[in-house]
Protein backbone atom coordinates (compact mmCIF):
# COMPACT_ATOMS: atom_id res chain seq x y z
CA UNK A 1 0.00 0.00 0.00
CA UNK A 2 2.92 2.37 1.24
CA UNK A 3 4.76 1.70 -1.80
CA UNK A 4 1.61 2.29 -4.11
CA UNK A 5 1.56 5.35 -2.67
CA UNK A 6 4.84 6.39 -2.73
CA UNK A 7 4.79 5.72 -6.53
CA UNK A 8 1.74 7.78 -7.35
CA UNK A 9 3.39 10.55 -5.86
CA UNK A 10 6.92 10.08 -7.50
CA UNK A 11 4.77 10.26 -10.71
CA UNK A 12 3.05 13.24 -10.08
CA UNK A 13 6.12 15.44 -8.76
CA UNK A 14 7.77 14.18 -12.05
CA UNK A 15 4.81 14.77 -14.08
CA UNK A 16 5.23 18.52 -12.15
CA UNK A 17 9.12 19.29 -13.35
CA UNK A 18 9.01 17.16 -16.57
CA UNK A 19 9.31 19.82 -19.65
CA UNK A 20 6.22 17.73 -21.16
CA UNK A 21 3.88 19.55 -18.69
CA UNK A 22 5.05 22.86 -21.01
CA UNK A 23 1.82 22.20 -23.27
CA UNK A 24 2.58 22.93 -27.30
CA UNK A 25 -0.41 24.28 -28.45
CA UNK A 26 -0.58 24.98 -32.24
CA UNK A 27 -3.84 25.47 -34.36
CA UNK A 28 -5.28 26.26 -37.99
CA UNK A 29 -8.66 27.91 -38.87
CA UNK A 30 -9.34 27.73 -42.50
CA UNK A 31 -12.45 28.92 -42.13
CA UNK A 32 -14.57 30.22 -38.58
CA UNK A 33 -17.45 28.30 -39.47
CA UNK A 34 -18.79 25.58 -35.84
CA UNK A 35 -15.62 26.42 -33.64
CA UNK A 36 -16.20 25.87 -30.65
CA UNK A 37 -12.79 27.27 -29.10
CA UNK A 38 -13.77 31.04 -30.84
CA UNK A 39 -14.76 33.72 -28.53
CA UNK A 40 -16.18 36.40 -30.06
CA UNK A 41 -17.57 39.42 -28.98
CA UNK A 42 -18.88 43.76 -29.76
CA UNK A 43 -19.40 43.29 -33.98
CA UNK A 44 -17.30 40.15 -34.36
CA UNK A 45 -19.86 37.89 -36.81
CA UNK A 46 -18.87 34.57 -38.40
CA UNK A 47 -20.61 34.72 -42.13
CA UNK A 48 -22.13 31.32 -43.62
CA UNK A 49 -18.93 31.45 -46.14
CA UNK A 50 -16.32 30.83 -42.71
CA UNK A 51 -14.83 34.54 -42.92
CA UNK A 52 -14.84 35.91 -39.63
CA UNK A 53 -15.70 39.79 -39.77
CA UNK A 54 -14.42 41.78 -36.76
CA UNK A 55 -16.37 45.40 -37.80
CA UNK A 56 -18.69 46.01 -40.48
CA UNK A 57 -19.28 49.72 -41.82
CA UNK A 58 -21.44 51.45 -38.63
CA UNK A 59 -19.26 54.07 -36.88
CA UNK A 60 -17.51 53.79 -33.46
CA UNK A 61 -17.56 49.70 -33.60
CA UNK A 62 -15.25 46.94 -31.78
CA UNK A 63 -15.13 43.70 -32.24
CA UNK A 64 -12.73 41.01 -30.63
CA UNK A 65 -11.87 37.06 -31.64
CA UNK A 66 -9.97 35.11 -29.78
CA UNK A 67 -8.87 31.55 -29.11
CA UNK A 68 -10.89 31.05 -26.31
CA UNK A 69 -8.11 28.70 -24.17
CA UNK A 70 -5.65 30.05 -22.18
CA UNK A 71 -1.84 29.20 -23.56
CA UNK A 72 1.73 28.89 -22.15
CA UNK A 73 3.79 31.48 -24.09
CA UNK A 74 7.57 30.50 -23.09
CA UNK A 75 10.37 30.90 -25.40
CA UNK A 76 8.70 31.48 -28.60
CA UNK A 77 5.45 31.63 -30.78
CA UNK A 78 4.45 31.69 -34.48
CA UNK A 79 1.45 33.03 -36.49
CA UNK A 80 0.21 33.58 -40.01
CA UNK A 81 -2.66 35.42 -40.47
CA UNK A 82 -4.96 36.75 -43.90
CA UNK A 83 -6.80 39.31 -43.39
CA UNK A 84 -8.54 42.61 -45.53
CA UNK A 85 -9.70 45.60 -44.50
CA UNK A 86 -12.40 47.02 -47.19
CA UNK A 87 -13.62 50.70 -47.69
CA UNK A 88 -17.01 51.86 -48.35
CA UNK A 89 -17.46 51.80 -51.87
CA UNK A 90 -17.47 55.29 -53.31
CA UNK A 91 -21.34 56.43 -53.92
CA UNK A 92 -21.87 58.69 -56.56
CA UNK A 93 -22.99 62.43 -55.10
CA UNK A 94 -21.58 61.60 -51.49
CA UNK A 95 -17.94 62.45 -50.64
CA UNK A 96 -15.61 59.33 -50.18
CA UNK A 97 -15.72 58.14 -46.63
CA UNK A 98 -12.34 57.32 -45.23
CA UNK A 99 -11.21 54.01 -44.30
CA UNK A 100 -10.54 52.64 -40.94
CA UNK A 101 -9.16 52.21 -38.01
CA UNK A 102 -7.57 49.11 -38.04
CA UNK A 103 -6.80 45.24 -36.98
CA UNK A 104 -4.51 43.83 -34.49
CA UNK A 105 -3.15 40.66 -33.52
CA UNK A 106 -2.78 40.84 -29.95
CA UNK A 107 -1.80 38.72 -27.01
CA UNK A 108 -3.75 39.38 -23.47
CA UNK A 109 -3.66 37.87 -20.19
CA UNK A 110 -7.77 38.40 -20.81
CA UNK A 111 -9.76 38.34 -22.66
CA UNK A 112 -12.33 41.02 -21.41
CA UNK A 113 -11.56 44.25 -23.08
CA UNK A 114 -15.23 45.56 -22.42
CA UNK A 115 -13.16 48.95 -21.16
CA UNK A 116 -11.58 49.52 -24.37
CA UNK A 117 -11.85 52.32 -26.65
CA UNK A 118 -12.73 52.39 -30.67
CA UNK A 119 -11.31 54.80 -32.96
CA UNK A 120 -7.67 54.69 -32.87
CA UNK A 121 -7.26 52.70 -29.58
CA UNK A 122 -8.35 49.76 -31.63
CA UNK A 123 -10.57 48.00 -29.12
CA UNK A 124 -7.31 47.61 -27.48
CA UNK A 125 -6.35 50.53 -25.08
CA UNK A 126 -8.18 52.46 -22.89
CA UNK A 127 -8.41 56.50 -23.78
CA UNK A 128 -8.47 57.26 -20.09
CA UNK A 129 -5.72 55.73 -19.37
CA UNK A 130 -3.68 55.02 -22.86
CA UNK A 131 -3.22 51.82 -21.57
CA UNK A 132 -4.73 48.34 -22.21
CA UNK A 133 -7.83 47.47 -19.32
CA UNK A 134 -5.45 44.84 -18.23
CA UNK A 135 -2.61 47.13 -18.49
CA UNK A 136 -0.44 44.00 -20.30
CA UNK A 137 -0.93 43.70 -23.85
CA UNK A 138 1.15 42.99 -26.92
CA UNK A 139 -0.57 44.20 -30.10
CA UNK A 140 1.03 44.19 -33.76
CA UNK A 141 -1.13 46.63 -35.24
CA UNK A 142 -2.41 47.53 -38.98
CA UNK A 143 -3.22 50.72 -38.77
CA UNK A 144 -4.67 53.24 -41.51
CA UNK A 145 -4.92 56.37 -39.32
CA UNK A 146 -2.43 58.75 -38.90
CA UNK A 147 -2.00 59.94 -35.26
CA UNK A 148 1.32 61.21 -35.11
CA UNK A 149 1.13 61.50 -30.86
CA UNK A 150 1.06 57.90 -31.06
CA UNK A 151 4.63 57.67 -33.12
CA UNK A 152 2.97 57.10 -36.26
CA UNK A 153 4.84 57.49 -39.42
CA UNK A 154 2.32 57.90 -41.83
CA UNK A 155 -1.54 56.64 -42.52
CA UNK A 156 -0.97 53.34 -43.86
CA UNK A 157 1.38 51.51 -41.21
CA UNK A 158 2.33 48.54 -39.15
CA UNK A 159 3.20 49.01 -35.25
CA UNK A 160 4.23 47.12 -32.35
CA UNK A 161 2.75 47.99 -29.07
CA UNK A 162 3.23 47.58 -25.75
CA UNK A 163 1.07 47.77 -23.30
CA UNK A 164 0.18 51.25 -25.13
CA UNK A 165 -0.79 52.73 -27.90
CA UNK A 166 2.05 54.75 -28.80
CA UNK A 167 3.98 52.30 -30.92
CA UNK A 168 7.69 50.81 -29.82
CA UNK A 169 8.32 50.06 -33.42
CA UNK A 170 6.45 51.01 -36.69
CA UNK A 171 6.84 50.75 -40.52
CA UNK A 172 4.80 52.18 -43.46
CA UNK A 173 3.12 48.93 -44.83
CA UNK A 174 5.25 47.40 -47.48
CA UNK A 175 7.15 44.20 -48.06
CA UNK A 176 10.41 43.54 -49.61
CA UNK A 177 10.10 41.79 -53.02
CA UNK A 178 12.39 38.80 -53.36
CA UNK A 179 11.80 39.29 -57.28
CA UNK A 180 12.27 42.82 -57.67
CA UNK A 181 14.98 42.74 -54.77
CA UNK A 182 13.15 46.56 -53.57
CA UNK A 183 11.24 47.36 -50.71
CA UNK A 184 7.37 47.38 -52.54
CA UNK A 185 4.24 49.27 -50.42
CA UNK A 186 0.85 47.67 -50.02
CA UNK A 187 -2.12 49.76 -49.60
CA UNK A 188 -3.53 48.71 -46.27
CA UNK A 189 -7.31 49.51 -47.45
CA UNK A 190 -7.28 48.46 -51.07
CA UNK A 191 -9.31 45.66 -49.65
CA UNK A 192 -7.52 42.99 -51.04
CA UNK A 193 -6.61 40.42 -48.60
CA UNK A 194 -3.31 40.61 -46.75
CA UNK A 195 -0.97 37.87 -45.29
CA UNK A 196 1.02 38.70 -41.94
CA UNK A 197 3.50 36.74 -40.38
CA UNK A 198 4.70 37.59 -36.66
CA UNK A 199 6.98 35.46 -34.83
CA UNK A 200 8.79 35.55 -31.61
CA UNK A 201 12.10 34.27 -30.21
CA UNK A 202 15.11 34.68 -28.32
CA UNK A 203 13.55 37.54 -27.07
CA UNK A 204 12.71 39.16 -30.43
CA UNK A 205 9.22 39.78 -32.29
CA UNK A 206 9.45 39.99 -35.90
CA UNK A 207 6.81 41.23 -38.36
CA UNK A 208 6.30 40.65 -41.79
CA UNK A 209 3.49 41.23 -44.63
CA UNK A 210 2.67 40.58 -48.02
CA UNK A 211 -0.22 40.25 -50.81
CA UNK A 212 -2.08 37.28 -50.78
CA UNK A 213 0.37 36.31 -54.02
CA UNK A 214 3.52 36.57 -52.36
CA UNK A 215 5.15 34.27 -50.17
CA UNK A 216 6.89 35.30 -46.94
CA UNK A 217 8.75 37.54 -47.92
CA UNK A 218 13.24 36.92 -46.92
CA UNK A 219 13.34 40.26 -44.92
CA UNK A 220 10.86 41.38 -42.31
CA UNK A 221 8.81 44.46 -42.54
CA UNK A 222 10.07 45.14 -38.49
CA UNK A 223 11.62 43.50 -35.58
CA UNK A 224 11.83 44.79 -31.91
CA UNK A 225 13.37 43.44 -28.86
CA UNK A 226 9.87 42.03 -26.93
CA UNK A 227 10.04 40.29 -23.85
CA UNK A 228 6.68 38.12 -22.72
CA UNK A 229 7.91 37.57 -19.59
CA UNK A 230 8.62 41.17 -18.73
CA UNK A 231 5.24 42.45 -20.25
CA UNK A 232 3.08 39.54 -18.52
CA UNK A 233 3.11 38.76 -15.24
CA UNK A 234 1.92 35.24 -15.91
CA UNK A 235 3.05 33.86 -19.23
CA UNK A 236 1.43 30.22 -18.66
CA UNK A 237 -2.33 32.12 -18.83
CA UNK A 238 -1.85 34.63 -22.30
CA UNK A 239 -5.23 34.70 -24.82
CA UNK A 240 -4.48 35.12 -28.59
CA UNK A 241 -6.48 36.88 -30.99
CA UNK A 242 -7.49 39.78 -32.79
CA UNK A 243 -9.15 43.12 -32.67
CA UNK A 244 -10.50 45.73 -35.15
CA UNK A 245 -11.89 49.07 -34.78
CA UNK A 246 -13.77 51.46 -36.48
CA UNK A 247 -14.68 55.29 -35.77
CA UNK A 248 -15.96 57.87 -37.62
CA UNK A 249 -13.25 56.66 -40.36
CA UNK A 250 -14.83 52.49 -41.12
CA UNK A 251 -14.02 49.36 -43.30
CA UNK A 252 -15.56 46.22 -43.03
CA UNK A 253 -12.65 44.41 -41.28
CA UNK A 254 -12.00 40.67 -41.85
CA UNK A 255 -9.69 37.59 -40.80
CA UNK A 256 -9.92 35.20 -43.65
CA UNK A 257 -7.72 32.40 -42.56
CA UNK A 258 -5.05 31.78 -39.12
CA UNK A 259 -2.52 29.84 -38.13
CA UNK A 260 -0.56 29.84 -34.82
CA UNK A 261 1.61 27.88 -32.83
CA UNK A 262 3.39 28.17 -29.02
CA UNK A 263 6.12 27.00 -30.73
CA UNK A 264 7.95 28.73 -33.53
CA UNK A 265 9.16 25.53 -35.32
CA UNK A 266 5.56 23.82 -35.60
CA UNK A 267 3.45 25.91 -37.27
CA UNK A 268 1.10 24.05 -39.52
CA UNK A 269 1.14 25.82 -43.14
CA UNK A 270 -1.94 28.11 -43.92
CA UNK A 271 -3.25 26.59 -47.25
CA UNK A 272 -4.21 30.00 -48.98
CA UNK A 273 -6.42 28.32 -52.18
CA UNK A 274 -8.69 27.06 -48.88
CA UNK A 275 -9.43 29.98 -46.72
CA UNK A 276 -12.38 31.84 -46.45
CA UNK A 277 -13.47 33.93 -48.85
CA UNK A 278 -14.41 38.00 -48.56
CA UNK A 279 -18.38 38.00 -48.15
CA UNK A 280 -19.44 40.71 -50.27
CA UNK A 281 -17.45 39.48 -53.60
CA UNK A 282 -20.43 38.87 -56.11
CA UNK A 283 -22.78 36.78 -54.14
CA UNK A 284 -25.58 39.51 -53.30
CA UNK A 285 -24.94 40.41 -56.64
CA UNK A 286 -26.05 37.78 -57.96
CA UNK A 287 -28.71 37.04 -55.86
CA UNK A 288 -30.45 40.65 -56.96
CA UNK A 289 -29.75 39.68 -60.62
CA UNK A 290 -31.54 36.16 -59.74
CA UNK A 291 -34.41 38.01 -57.96
CA UNK A 292 -34.31 40.55 -60.82
CA UNK A 293 -34.92 37.73 -63.68
CA UNK A 294 -37.66 36.44 -61.68
CA UNK A 295 -39.21 39.67 -61.69
CA UNK A 296 -39.07 40.50 -65.26
CA UNK A 297 -40.41 36.91 -66.21
CA UNK A 298 -43.06 37.10 -64.62
CA UNK A 299 -43.78 40.98 -65.61
CA UNK A 300 -43.51 39.39 -69.22
CA UNK A 301 -45.63 36.50 -68.39
CA UNK A 302 -48.61 39.33 -66.99
CA UNK A 303 -47.92 41.75 -69.80
CA UNK A 304 -48.33 39.20 -72.93
CA UNK A 305 -51.37 37.46 -70.58
CA UNK A 306 -53.03 40.79 -70.81
CA UNK A 307 -52.12 41.46 -74.36
CA UNK A 308 -53.59 38.11 -75.36
C1 LIG B 1 -23.24 46.63 -38.50
O1 LIG B 1 -23.71 45.65 -37.59
C2 LIG B 1 -24.70 46.11 -36.70
C3 LIG B 1 -25.10 44.96 -35.82
O2 LIG B 1 -24.01 44.36 -35.25
C4 LIG B 1 -25.92 46.61 -37.47
O3 LIG B 1 -26.84 47.17 -36.56
C5 LIG B 1 -25.48 47.67 -38.47
O4 LIG B 1 -26.60 48.04 -39.26
C6 LIG B 1 -24.38 47.14 -39.36
N1 LIG B 1 -23.92 48.22 -40.22
C7 LIG B 1 -23.76 48.07 -41.52
C8 LIG B 1 -23.25 49.26 -42.25
O5 LIG B 1 -24.01 47.02 -42.11
C1 LIG C 1 8.46 57.82 -30.20
O1 LIG C 1 9.40 58.33 -31.13
C2 LIG C 1 10.42 59.12 -30.52
C3 LIG C 1 11.27 59.69 -31.63
O2 LIG C 1 11.66 58.71 -32.54
C4 LIG C 1 11.23 58.24 -29.56
O3 LIG C 1 12.23 59.02 -28.93
C5 LIG C 1 10.29 57.68 -28.52
O4 LIG C 1 11.00 56.79 -27.69
C6 LIG C 1 9.14 56.94 -29.17
N1 LIG C 1 8.20 56.55 -28.17
C7 LIG C 1 8.01 55.29 -27.88
C8 LIG C 1 6.98 55.02 -26.84
O5 LIG C 1 8.59 54.38 -28.44
C1 LIG D 1 12.91 48.27 -46.90
O1 LIG D 1 12.12 48.11 -45.75
C2 LIG D 1 12.85 47.73 -44.59
C3 LIG D 1 11.85 47.44 -43.49
O2 LIG D 1 10.99 48.53 -43.26
C4 LIG D 1 13.83 48.83 -44.22
O3 LIG D 1 14.57 48.46 -43.09
C5 LIG D 1 14.75 49.06 -45.40
O4 LIG D 1 15.60 50.15 -45.13
C6 LIG D 1 13.96 49.36 -46.66
N1 LIG D 1 14.86 49.40 -47.80
C7 LIG D 1 14.83 50.37 -48.71
C8 LIG D 1 15.81 50.25 -49.82
O5 LIG D 1 14.03 51.30 -48.63
C1 LIG E 1 -0.05 31.13 -13.89
O1 LIG E 1 -1.11 30.53 -14.61
C2 LIG E 1 -1.17 29.12 -14.46
C3 LIG E 1 -2.22 28.59 -15.41
O2 LIG E 1 -3.47 29.18 -15.17
C4 LIG E 1 -1.49 28.82 -13.00
O3 LIG E 1 -1.53 27.42 -12.83
C5 LIG E 1 -0.41 29.41 -12.12
O4 LIG E 1 -0.75 29.23 -10.78
C6 LIG E 1 -0.25 30.90 -12.42
N1 LIG E 1 0.90 31.40 -11.69
C7 LIG E 1 0.84 32.51 -10.96
C8 LIG E 1 2.12 32.92 -10.34
O5 LIG E 1 -0.18 33.13 -10.82
Known sequence: MASWLLQILIISSLHLISPSSQKETRFVYEDFLDREDLYLDGSAIVHPGGSLQLTNTSKYQIGHAFYDKPLQLTSSFSTHFVCALVKKPKVEGKPITEGGHGIAFIVSPSMDFSHAQPTRYLGVFDASTIKSPSSHVLAVELDTIWNPEFNDTKSNHVGIDVNSPLSVGVASASYYSDVEKKNESINLLSGN????????????????????????????????????????????????????????????????????????????????????????STGTDKKLLALFIILFGCLAIVVSAILA
Open 193 to 280: PIQVWVDYEDTMLTVWISPLDVKKPSRPLLSHPINLAKIFPNISKLYVGFSAATGNAVSDQYILGWSFSTDRGSLQRLDISRIAELPY
